[in-house]
């Protein structure tokens, strides 16, 4: 029996417990990733950090599928869409505990991911190879 993937099932409990120890959370992403909306003036080496604490954004959700939100990026709002095998890893920005996850190939998801309904035209730009997973600060946390 083929399982749905449990990575957005560990980002909300990290996220939940990061709060809860007043902790900022952050997200790593794979902004290259089909379906991935973010700014792409704030990305690095193909990844982009995001703060997802509640002072910080609106509307957060973190569904099965994605991690959808309302944020402002040098005083523009835009709505963020991450597709969850883009999502990287999620953290403490005190102290860089939380996950890193195992990067998925893209063909995988492709077809697996539906993306949240939207106006905007779906990104089309791969990389050639995927980008390096996580920083070496980060910790697993079992």
Request: charged share 25%.
């Amino acid at each position: 029996m083929t399982m749905t993937s449990s990575r957005s099932y560990i980002a909300r409990a990290l996220y939940e417990w990061i709060l809860d120890n007043d902790c900022t959370p952050y997200i790593l992403v794979d902004a290259h990733r089909p379906g991935v909306e973010v700014p792409q003036e704030y990305v690095k080496d193909g990844q982009i950090v995001l703060n997802i604490s509640p002072t910080a954004v609106r509307t957060l959700n973190i569904a099965n599928d994605f991690v959808m939100f309302d944020g402002r990026f040098g005083g523009r709002a835009l709505t963020i869409v991450v597709p969850i095998p883009a999502l990287m890893a999620i953290y403490a920005q005190e102290n860089g505990q939380g996950m890193v996850f195992e990067t998925e190939p893209y063909e995988e998801e492709e077809d697996a991911f539906q993306e949240p309904e939207t106006d905007e035209p779906e990104a089309t730009d791969e990389p050639s190879k995927p980008p390096k997973p996580g920083r070496p600060h980060l910790k697993v946390v079992k």
